[in-house]
């Protein structure tokens, strides 16, 4: 993890200004004395990251890495989770963004690798880069999580890793089916979900079907990309209510999608001909759920997700655990209005003490 030192100092230059200027001996030496004082600084700050970057090392602590895949806020509080656990044990963590960017991930792995971290946790945005991870640190002898890879990096040729982090998906899909059973008996339903490519997308869109037709009260009439944008959502839902189509409750991959859907529906005078189900317990979600907009979603905080993976991950670098291949889910965590001011039930997205609590209660071996 060394910076390399930008040299400022160009000799030809200034003896080149002494040659053309009467008072250029003056202004050479100003400018070698500003040159060595902005090189001084930059090797002051330079040598003050390297003694940062080492802190950890002198008083016995690690040093991890972490790749995030891109810059959506999700993300965001998964490694703000991680940072929480660091921080707390006194490691220190260095990130790295993919920005969605096959090529740019892979390099990202290759640059941990070569800072030889104490061990890498991977978010990826795509099936295939745990999996290259994993591929990469077992050669190198690095300890690596996954996190929300569905399991995936678990099958990896015979390369080992130390666990998969992950919501139940599948158990999540099953609930939303028993959801509509109970709450809207007789109706249609229409999926717009994430992105088709995406695994906790197929897991959620294939568990909600098959507990649906085996309760035999709601039909699923169709299944649309809102490939998680907010105006993309919105015109699809307008394609499908203006197509005729006989539905009355769409579920919506995530509460953005759903708020730009929800002030869709109300602008058009229509709001109250549909229920709206969606996922994730966000900032974004909550206050629609408080006013009863948002009829029912899940909760699935980034943030208690990304401080599980760094205790699952220093466990194991630390020796306190030789478990590897674990997989490691996140309970399912309903909302409606009874439960909306619970932290214990709808989990925060910031990193919020009750963490602790929770990882506590549902992870006691974390804890020791």
């Known amino acids: 993890m060394k910076k390399g030192l930008l040299a400022l100092m160009v000799v030809s230059g200034m003896t080149l200004m002494t040659a053309c200027s009467g008072s250029s001996q003056t202004e050479t030496t100003t400018a070698a004395q500003t040159a060595a004082k902005e090189e001084t600084s930059q090797t002051e700050q330079a040598g003050s990251k390297e003694a940062e970057e080492s802190k950890a090392e002198?008083?016995?602590?690690?040093?991890?890495?972490?790749?995030?895949?891109?810059?959506?806020?999700?993300?965001?509080?998964?490694?703000?989770?991680?940072?929480?656990?660091?921080?707390?044990?006194?490691?220190?963590v260095v990130i790295l963004n993919s920005d969605y960017d096959v090529s740019?991930?892979?390099?990202?792995?290759?640059?941990?690798?070569?800072?030889?971290?104490?061990?890498?946790?991977?978010?990826?945005?795509?099936?295939?880069?745990?999996?290259?991870?994993?591929?990469?640190c077992?050669?190198?002898?690095?300890?690596?999580?996954?996190?929300?890879?569905?399991?995936?990096?678990?099958?990896?040729?015979?390369?080992?890793?130390?666990?998969?982090?992950?919501?139940?998906?599948?158990?999540?899909?099953?609930?939303?089916?028993q959801w509509?059973?109970?709450?809207?008996?007789?109706?249609n339903i229409f999926v717009i979900t994430g992105n088709f490519e995406s695994v906790p997308c197929q897991r959620i869109n294939e568990a909600m079907q098959a507990k649906v037709d085996e309760l035999g009260k709601n039909k699923i009439i169709d299944i649309q990309e809102g490939e998680y944008n907010p105006s993309k959502a919105i015109t699809v839902a307008q394609d499908a209510i203006a197509s005729g189509k006989d539905f009355s409750v769409i579920f919506v991959m995530n509460e953005d999608m759903a708020a730009g859907i929800i002030?869709?529906?109300?602008?058009?005078?229509?709001?109250?001909?549909?229920?709206?189900?969606?996922?994730?317990?966000?900032?974004?979600?909550?206050?629609?759920?408080?006013?009863?907009?948002?009829?029912?979603?899940?909760?699935?905080?980034?943030?208690?997700?990304?401080?599980?993976?760094?205790q699952v991950l220093n466990q194991y670098a630390t020796g306190a655990s030789t478990a590897v291949q674990q997989q490691v889910e996140l309970p399912i965590m309903p909302v409606d209005q009874s439960n909306i001011d619970d932290k214990t039930k709808v989990v925060p997205w910031e990193v919020d003490e009750c963490y602790w609590d929770l990882t506590k209660e549902y992870f006691p071996e974390l804890m020791q």
């Open 58 to 92: 002198s008083a016995g602590g690690k040093v991890y890495g972490y790749i995030t895949p891109g810059p959506d806020t999700w993300y965001q509080r998964n490694v703000e989770g991680f940072q929480m656990g660091a921080e707390k044990d006194g490691n220190k």
């Open 104 to 136: 740019k991930e892979v390099s990202n792995i290759d640059s941990m690798i070569n800072q030889g971290v104490d061990g890498l946790c991977i978010f990826s945005f795509n099936e295939s880069g745990a999996k290259i991870a994993a591929e990469k």
């Open 138 to 177: 077992a050669k190198a002898g690095i300890p690596l999580v996954s996190t929300d890879s569905v399991g995936t990096a678990l099958d990896n040729n015979g390369n080992d890793i130390v666990a998969a982090i992950d919501f139940d998906w599948t158990e999540m899909g099953n609930n939303y089916g």
């Open 180 to 187: 509509f059973a109970d709450n809207c008996p007789g109706e």
């Open 263 to 310: 002030q869709m529906l109300d602008s058009q005078g229509v709001a109250d001909r549909y229920k709206v189900v969606s996922q994730n317990g966000s900032p974004a979600g909550l206050p629609l759920i408080k006013n009863g907009n948002l009829d029912y979603t899940i909760s699935s905080s980034p943030g208690w997700e990304g401080l599980v993976s760094y």
